[in-house]
């Protein structure tokens, strides 16, 4: 295996995909090893249900950088980013609240009639997150961002540069700096120092 490929990425989340779409753009020979059915991790779109295809995690893509979405030319590979409006938020008592962007919509939104519109549903708990995306204790971020794992300290002092003290082996994660939700950034700045690193051995 080694032999074949330069690089190989644990994990197809999307962090871990930015970081093997740049290394592959700057002719490393890259494999992406995920152990689900399909790429994504908790930024995945799945069919739950049959005939419909949803977010089963992430739900709000704010952050994705704008440089990953351009150096990756995600738009020519068809990204069309959605506005987030309209969202479904269940509430106490078995009531819901749809969230609009037009906030006078939102206070006059409570949607009569809607329980018997709901053709099958999808509930969560940590557990299931543990389970399905391999997330530590359903943790969103693979670990806190509390300030003593923030910035030069992510995930932990002296580690923050995506190196380990393992040669060879970096982190392109939520764990590394800046941290989770969906930015690409960590798989970005990885990259960026793998090549870096393969630059000086050469
Ligand atoms: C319920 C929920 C809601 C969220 N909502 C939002 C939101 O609205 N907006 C936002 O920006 N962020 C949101 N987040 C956070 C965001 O989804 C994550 O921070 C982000 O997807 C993490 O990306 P990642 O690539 O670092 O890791 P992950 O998405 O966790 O991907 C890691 C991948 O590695 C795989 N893997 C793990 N171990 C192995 C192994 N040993 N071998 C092979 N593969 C392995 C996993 O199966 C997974 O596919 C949410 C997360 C959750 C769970």
Redesign the pocket.
Known sequence: MAGRYDAMI???????LVCGAYLAKAGVKTLV????YLL????VTEAVFPGYRMSV???????LSPRVINDLELRRFGLVVLPANDLFSPIENGDHIFLHDDVAKTQQEFAPGFSSRVIDMQV?LPPD?EEI???PQGY???GEPLPDQLFFQRPAAHYADYRTPIRNLYLC??SSHPG????GI?GHNAAREILRDQRRWR
């Open positions: 644990i994990g197809g989340g999307h962090k871990g090893l995920e152990r689900r994504g991790g908790a930024a995690a992430s739900y709000v893509m704010s952050l969560l997150l995306f391999a997330l969103i971020f693979h994660g939520s989770g939700a969906v930015s960590p």
